[in-house]
T-cell receptor
Framework: QQQVKQSPQSLIVQKGGISIINCAYENTAFDYFPWYQQFPGKGPALLIAIRPDVSEKKEGRFTISFNKSAKQFSLHIMDSQPGDSATYFCAASIRSGGATNKLIFGTGTLLAVQP | DTEVTQTPKHLVMGMTNKKSLKCEQHMGHRAMYWYKQKAKKPPELMFVYSYEKLSINESVPSRFSPECPNSSLLNLHLHALQPEDSALYLC??????????FGPGTRLTVL
């Protein structure tokens, strides 16, 4: 029940296109949903995040859509660029004792944007 | 500034060696984390420190020993590791617990 399912596993998009990555969860105790971008050999970098009381959040070319009733959320990358080529992880945060939260990660999506 | 630093960047060690990984943050965050990441996999949580006290140990083998000397520093002591422990070791910190900021990681190779 603490899993976060992510799809697709890999994605190829043409430059200028829209990249869409989907995630789903079961546990309604999750209260925060970040997306991380990771380049090879680097640590994950926080991209954008949303709380379950918000249906959409946009930051530049990146948008999170959140459907609380369906327990699904997705990342849209508009006008995808070759520099966006990376692995993207969705995650869900859950309180885990005291002031500590745990992040449950999806399995990751390898995005390749072709020039 | 949301920087978490980790040293060393790369580490090669034998199975009988003792080594340590270091993580530092100066954002005033009260929670710090160690993760292990294998190739093409998501990060796996190992340990969480909250207010300098160990709050979560995800059943990590005792050959990994965490230490939090102060609110800005986090160490991971390594001893008698196995080749399958080779991975990218990531440190993260957070203030609220939700937004975690990751360091660049230490690439560990166990021979």
């Amino acid at each position: 029940q603490q899993q976060v399912k992510q799809s697709p596993q890999s994605l190829i998009v043409q430059k200028g296109g829209i990249s869409i990555i989907n995630c789903a969860y079961e546990n309604t105790a999750f209260d925060y949903f970040p997306w991380y971008q990771q380049f090879p050999g680097k640590g994950p970098a926080l991209l954008i995040a949303i709380r379950p009381d918000v249906s959409e959040k946009k930051e530049g070319r990146f948008t999170i859509s959140f459907n609380k009733s369906a327990k699904q959320f997705s990342l849209h990358i508009m006008d995808s660029q070759p520099g966006d080529s990376a692995t993207y992880f969705c995650a869900a945060s859950i309180r885990s004792g005291g002031a500590t939260n745990k992040l449950i990660f999806g399995t990751g999506t390898l995005l390749a944007v072709q020039p | 500034d949301t920087e978490v630093t980790q040293t060393p960047k790369h580490l090669v060690m034998g199975m009988t060696n003792k080594k340590s990984l270091k993580c530092e943050q100066h954002m005033g965050h009260r929670a710090m984390y160690w993760y292990k990441q294998k190739a093409k996999k998501p990060p796996e949580l190992m340990f969480v420190y909250s207010y300098e006290k160990l709050s979560i140990n995800e059943s990590v083998p005792s050959r990994f020993s965490p230490e939090c000397p102060n609110s800005s520093l986090l160490n991971l002591h390594l001893h008698a590791l196995q080749p399958e422990d080779s991975a990218l070791y990531l440190c993260a910190s957070s203030q609220t617990g939700n937004t975690q900021y990751f360091g660049p990681g230490t690439r560990l190779t166990v021979l």
